[in-house]
Structures are given as structure tokens and as C-alpha cells.
């Protein structure tokens, strides 16, 4: 049975599951100059690529329960750009992202999709900690990775890059549970 993937509405935003269809704004988005700027590969990918992102991620959902979104600002028909959780293998973390069309930079997009990503993955997965790669000079993005919360941990080489790791805990870890009558009251 295949997975159903939800959506959720942030307030300004709807984030739901991406579809075939979006490929074709995403190859719009990643010809913009200087969204693939600090990524490991800055080349605008081909359009089968998209693609094959786009099925990767059903593939995602499916074995994790999280996975990327499309991100679709109230009024538009075309997503903007993605955001959400991805296992990484390499270092057997679950990390938040995103990307964002130029066009809607600077309106605090990418901070209500990637706070609703963050609680979606905490409320309903035993995440004990989500991480965020950012690259050193992308001093945008490290601000949303700031205003969500998540705080700096180390820098490291993956991907043939330089970048910063942050890092969330979930809110329960570290609490001591009591239970009723039993905490001396
Ligand atoms: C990074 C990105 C997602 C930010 O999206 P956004 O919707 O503009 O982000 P927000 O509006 O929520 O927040 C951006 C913050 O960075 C700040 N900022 C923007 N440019 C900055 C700069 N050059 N230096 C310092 N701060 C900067 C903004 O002022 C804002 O902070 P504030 O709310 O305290 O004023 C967007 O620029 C993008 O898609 N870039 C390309 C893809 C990418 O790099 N993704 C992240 C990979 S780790």
C-alpha cells in the first residue's frame, strides 16, 4: 500500500506531496541565479533529474514516513520551491531543508516551511534530534537554520564541500519523567 503523504497548511503556505507535474517549475526555480549557489553541485540539474528527485522522494516517504514537500503559497498554482525532512545515511541523521524561488526571498517562507517540517518530525516520529547543513557564506539560509531553533554544532566535508552542521533536540529528551505522587508532592 503506498503511503499517504500529508499535507500541511503553515499559515501562508500549504506544504503537500510532490508530483510529476512539478518538475517543471522546479527546473525554472534552479536556473535562477544563485539558488544552487552554495550547494555541492551549482549546475542547474536537467529536467530528468528533477524528475527522478521528485520520484526519489515518493520513494523517501515510503520507507521513512518524512520526506521533501512542494511548498505552495496561498494564491499560487505552481510550488515555489521544497522543504523537508531527508534521512541521511552518511551520517545516520535526519536533516532539514530547503529552496525557495528567488521571487519569494526575504518574506520568511523558508522559516514557517521549515519550523512546520521540524514539528511535523518530532510529533510524530522518535527523532530525538534533527541536524541542518548549510554552507559557511550562505548566511540566509544559517539564519532560518537559527530562527527554527537549532544551534550550532560542528563543521564538516561531505558532498566535496565545506559545511556547518546545527542541531535540534527534541523538546522531550533530557526531561525526567515523574510520574503522579511519586515527585515528593
Ligand atoms: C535560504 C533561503 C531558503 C531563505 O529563504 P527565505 O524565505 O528568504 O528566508 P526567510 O525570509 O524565512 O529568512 C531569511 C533570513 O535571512 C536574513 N538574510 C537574508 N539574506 C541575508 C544575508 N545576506 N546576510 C544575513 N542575513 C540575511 C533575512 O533578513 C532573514 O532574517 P530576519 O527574519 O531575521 O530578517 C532562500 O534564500 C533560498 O532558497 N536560497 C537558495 C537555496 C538554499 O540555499 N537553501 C538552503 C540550503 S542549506
Same mark, same amino acid.
Given at each position: 500500500?503506498?503511503?499517504?503523504?500529508?499535507?500541511?497548511n503553515? *499559515? @501562508?503556505?500549504?506544504l503537500?506531496?510532490?508530483?510529476?507535474?512539478?518538475?517543471?517549475?522546479?527546473f525554472?526555480? $534552479?536556473?535562477?541565479?544563485?539558488?544552487? @549557489? $552554495?550547494?555541492?553541485n551549482t549546475?542547474?540539474p536537467?529536467?530528468?533529474?528533477?524528475?527522478?528527485?521528485? #520520484?526519489?522522494?515518493?520513494?523517501?516517504?515510503?520507507?521513512?514516513g $518524512?520526506?521533501?514537500?512542494?511548498?505552495?503559497?496561498?494564491? !499560487?498554482e505552481?510550488?515555489?520551491?521544497?522543504v523537508?525532512?531527508q534521512?541521511?545515511?552518511?551520517l545516520?541523521?535526519?536533516?532539514? *531543508?530547503?529552496?525557495?524561488?528567488?521571487?519569494l526571498?526575504?518574506?520568511?517562507?523558508?522559516?514557517?516551511?521549515? @519550523?512546520?517540517?521540524?514539528?511535523?518530525?518530532?510529533?510524530?516520529?522518535?527523532l530525538?534530534?534533527?541536524?541542518a547543513?548549510?554552507?559557511?557564506d550562505?548566511l540566509?539560509?544559517?539564519?532560518v537554520i537559527?530562527?527554527?531553533?537549532l544551534?550550532?554544532?560542528? @563543521?564538516?566535508?561531505?558532498?566535496?564541500?565545506?559545511?556547518l !552542521?546545527?542541531?535540534?533536540?527534541a523538546?522531550?529528551?533530557?526531561?525526567?519523567? #515523574?510520574?503522579?505522587g511519586m515527585d515528593?508532592?
Amino acid at each position: 500500500m503506498k503511503t499517504e503523504i500529508p499535507s500541511i497548511n503553515t *499559515g @501562508r503556505l500549504t506544504l503537500r506531496p510532490l508530483c510529476a507535474a512539478d518538475a517543471q517549475a522546479l527546473f525554472h526555480i $534552479y536556473q535562477q541565479e544563485g539558488v544552487l @549557489r $552554495y550547494f555541492p553541485n551549482t549546475k542547474p540539474p536537467a529536467l530528468e533529474r528533477i524528475e527522478g528527485f521528485i #520520484t526519489s522522494q515518493q520513494a523517501h516517504w515510503e520507507k521513512f514516513g $518524512y520526506g521533501n514537500w512542494g511548498i505552495l503559497p496561498d494564491g !499560487r498554482e505552481n510550488i515555489a520551491g521544497w522543504v523537508g525532512l531527508q534521512f541521511l545515511p552518511e551520517l545516520d541523521e535526519t536533516e532539514v *531543508g530547503f529552496l525557495l524561488g528567488k521571487n519569494l526571498w526575504g518574506l520568511g517562507y523558508a522559516t514557517e516551511a521549515a @519550523r512546520a517540517s521540524i514539528q511535523f518530525g518530532f510529533e510524530n516520529f522518535k527523532l530525538d534530534h534533527i541536524i541542518a547543513l548549510v554552507h559557511p557564506d550562505n548566511l540566509a539560509s544559517r539564519r532560518v537554520i537559527e530562527k527554527c531553533g537549532l544551534s550550532y554544532i560542528d @563543521r564538516l566535508h561531505l558532498w566535496g564541500i565545506d559545511l556547518l !552542521r546545527y542541531s535540534l533536540v527534541a523538546a522531550n529528551k533530557g526531561r525526567v519523567l #515523574t510520574a503522579p505522587g511519586m515527585d515528593g508532592r
